[in-house]
């Protein structure tokens, strides 16, 4: 059983800044695609970006160019800088692992197996 926890969520000011940040349980988080994404009330949980075990990211779109992340596979964790943060970005955030298999989409959620508790993240105006 793998178990991912997250941290580094909290309150900023638009254009601001956070680093998520996620940890991993087991020997097997290099083979894993670990991916990011958020939840607001009332809508459903959408995805946010993703990293394959080859290192090959994806963002959705409304986070391109603002949005980064990366994994480091010696200290079994995920990370999701967030920068020029808006409001509509507030969200919960929750971190998702999975063996990566190519065939299978990285956006999908059902895909993804293991589920952080997720950190909330608000973004003031």
């Known amino acids: 059983q793998v178990q991912l926890v997250e941290s580094g969520g909290g309150l900023v000011q638009a254009g601001g800044s956070l680093r998520l940040s996620c940890v991993a349980s087991g020997r097997t988080f290099s083979s894993y695609i670990m991916g990011w994404f958020r939840q607001s009330p009332g809508k459903e949980r959408e995805f946010v970006a993703a990293i394959r075990r080859s290192g090959i990211e994806d963002y959705a779109d409304s986070v391109k160019g603002r949005f980064t992340i990366a994994r480091d596979n010696a200290k079994n964790t995920v990370y999701l800088q967030m920068n020029s943060l808006k409001p509509e970005d507030t969200a919960v955030y929750y971190c998702?692992?999975?063996?990566?298999?190519?065939?299978?989409?990285?956006?999908?959620?059902?895909?993804?197996?293991?589920w952080g508790q997720g950190t909330q993240v608000t973004v003031s105006s």
């Open positions: 998702a692992g999975d063996i990566d298999i190519r065939t299978i989409p990285a956006r999908v959620p059902s895909r993804y197996e293991y």
